[in-house]
């Protein structure tokens, strides 16, 4: 199963042997990610949480609908701690209700039940552990900094597998079966296998497939700026964007003088483009936050780091810095494509 599930990747397949075995050694601590399979149909995710659910014990586990989750009535919270949610998608009804009581079921440990004909009950120091799979390729939103979900994009196709092995789901179906077959994998994950030191229960794996998931999950009018914010100075075509810092009214300005069609159809606001600004968590204010006066246009209000974080991180509280930036005469020593490598040479640049 490790190169289905893993698409061969060894670094995903040791941190499913990593969650699996904290999950079994440490039922009490609240595992704050949830793991979602990506996939076609009739690769082998089910057979896999089948296996999953005879090492945590069947009758403490539950199979789920999305739906379900904001449902009247929650009686699975009373009777499982392993949920394993099927079919989860972006469309339909009630979606961000979905998804927020989905992140309160991973990381919460408090909770009021509904049941039918009785008060609410109280649940506390109680936490659940989640598996969940899909079919739909942008199944949830991500937001960059996302740390509650890890996201696996099973390429292997279900012809693959059975090219490679004709006979590899009967014999999966029988080795899950099989009582002693799964009493041996119980006792490598709760007392062989070594867990990975840098593997935290409160920080999802990345992948490959959970970075293209939040780009997916980004609105096009983010995409929009994003692509301008990427260009060169001097193919710069929006003003705001030859500086690495930005006032949110003068850009919002900028882009409503802008007569490029890929801007004037997203029709920016000061909202948008704070928002915008808000979704990449490298981004900061300097002065502490203080407005400041640009000198150009005399527009003042708050300023945003969008570009360059660690040159501007040792200078966003020096005015007179800012102000030779802004006047052109102080210039970061890197720029847009750049970056990456001033990150890494930081300490050999001189200011």
């Known amino acids: 199963m490790k190169h289905v599930l893993s698409n061969d990747d060894v670094k995903t397949f040791n941190a499913l042997e990593n969650i699996i075995a904290d999950d079994l050694r440490n039922p009490q601590k609240n595992r704050t990610f949830a793991v979602i399979f990506y996939s076609g149909q009739g690769v082998g995710k089910t057979m896999f949480f089948n296996g999953l659910k005879k090492l945590y014990g069947e009758k403490n586990c539950s199979d789920l609908s999305l739906d379900q989750l904001v449902g009247r009535y929650q ?48 649940i506390s120091n109680c936490s659940y552990t989640i598996w969940g799979a899909t079919n739909e390729s942008v ?125 004037k159809k997203e029709f920016y606001t000061e909202n948008k483009v704070l928002r915008w600004i808000r979704y990449d968590p490298n981004n900061f204010r300097v002065l502490k936050g203080e407005p400041y006066t640009l000198p150009e246009t005399k527009l003042r209000g708050r300023c945003w780091v969008i570009r360059n974080h660690t040159f501007w991180n040792q200078h966003k509280t020096n005015k007179e810095t800012i102000d030779l930036h802004f006047n052109k005469k102080v210039e970061t020593p890197l720029f847009n494509q750049q970056k990456d490598a001033y990150d890494e040479e930081k300490d050999q640049i001189p200011f």
């Open 75 to 122: 009686p699975f919270m009373l009777n499982s701690c392993y949920l394993f949610i099927n079919e989860i998608d972006s469309t339909g009804k009630d979606v961000k209700s979905k998804q927020a009581m989905l992140r309160s079921l991973i990381s919460d440990t408090n909770f009021l039940v509904e049941m039918k004909g009785i008060d609410l009950i109280p």
């Open 139 to 263: 199944p949830l939103y991500a937001p960059p900094d996302d740390r509650r979900t890890m996201f696996i994009d099973i390429a292997t196709t279900r012809f693959e597998v059975l090219e490679r092995n004709p006979n590899y789901y009967s014999e999966l179906a029988q080795f899950i079966n099989d009582p002693l077959s799964m009493a041996n994998v119980y006792h490598y994950y709760k007392n062989v296998h070594v867990i990975s030191k840098d593997f935290s229960i409160n920080e999802a794996p990345r992948t490959r497939a959970k970075a293209e998931l939040i780009e997916a999950s980004k609105p096009q009018y983010m995409k929009t700026l994003d692509t301008y914010l990427e260009l060169p100075r001097d193919k710069q075509p929006i003003a705001s964007f030859q500086r690495d810092i930005v006032n949110v009214k003068q850009l919002a300005k900028d882009l409503s003088y802008s007569d490029r069609e890929d801007i």
